[in-house]
């Protein structure tokens, strides 16, 4: 790379990693290895914060997440990870009709007890 491109690419670095041509190459060599390692990182980490919301979900309603996805896969419900984890933390009901969906296609989902229901002193605010 050209020297006013690098340096371009190193504003805002800290110390003489801003302006000494040799060691801003370095450290925009670096970033740029960061960065294309991160964006493949990023999509891993969305990926499994999907599944912990849509997990959460559909506990609370007594079935889990593999047997919630093999439910929908049998009905042929195709909705990714991304559009579940939204309806689980937004749209409850419409949740619980995909969760009912699941429960009925896949026989495992179906002697599924409920957890029990937490009751204690409730502190108003």
């Known amino acids: 790379m050209h ?9 805002g670095f800290r110390g003489r990693a801003k302006n000494c041509i040799r060691i801003a190459r370095e450290r925009v060599e670096k970033a740029l290895q960061y960065s294309y390692r991160d964006r493949r990182n990023k ?3 969305m990926r499994s914060l999907w599944i912990q919301r ?4 559909t506990r609370q309603h007594g079935v889990n997440y ?5 439910g929908l896969m049998k009905e042929n419900i195709q909705l990714n990870r991304k559009v579940l984890s939204e309806l689980s933390m937004h749209e409850p009901y ?9 429960r009925n ?18 502190i108003v605010l």
């Open 94 to 102: 419409s949740f619980k009709a995909l969760v009912d969906f699941s």
């Open 66 to 70: 593999g047997n919630f996805m093999h």
């Open 105 to 122: 296609a896949f026989p495992g989902n179906k002697n599924v007890v409920l957890p029990p229901k937490k009751e204690g002193i409730s």
């Open 3 to 11: 020297k006013d491109r690098i340096l371009k690419l190193a504003k």
């Open 43 to 45: 999509k891993r980490d």
């Open 54 to 57: 849509i997990n959460a979900g």
